[in-house]
Nanobody, 115 residues
Framework: QVQLVESGGGLVQAGRSLRLSCAAS????????MGWYRQAPGKQRELVAR???????NYADSVKGRFTISRDNAKNTVYLQMNSLKPEDTAVYYC?????????WGQGTQVTVSS
């Protein structure tokens, strides 16, 4: 069982930046994929950014050029750097890590962007 703990969310003005962190209780070196998802009120959870074990990444069109996913294997931590934040980025952000057929989610961290 792997536990994921997100941090770094908060209230920020539009145009500013935040960095989210997702600390895993186990090694992420062997993870198949790591990603960040978000869910806004009344909407379905959606993919924001994803990184595969190969190092390849993909991003939602709405965040391309503004958000960057990265990892630190030594710290077993996945990051999401969010720049040029917009009010429509407001959501609960969740970390997800996949090990083969096992999927783990964090508890989520709230990001609120004011206009």
């Amino acid at each position: 069982q792997v536990q994921l703990v997100e941090s770094g969310g908060g209230l920020v003005q539009a145009g500013r930046s935040l960095r989210l962190s997702c600390a895993a209780s186990g090694s992420i070196f062997s993870a198949t994929a790591m990603g960040w998802y978000r869910q806004a009120p009344g909407k379905q959870r959606e993919l924001v950014a994803r990184m595969f074990s190969s190092g390849s990444t993909n991003y939602a069109d709405s965040v391309k050029g503004r958000f960057t996913i990265s990892r630190d294997n030594a710290k077993n931590t996945v990051y999401l750097q969010m720049n040029s934040l917009k009010p429509e980025d407001t959501a609960v952000y969740y970390c997800r890590v996949v090990y083969g057929s096992s999927i783990y989610w964090g508890q989520g961290t709230q990001v609120t962007v004011s206009s």
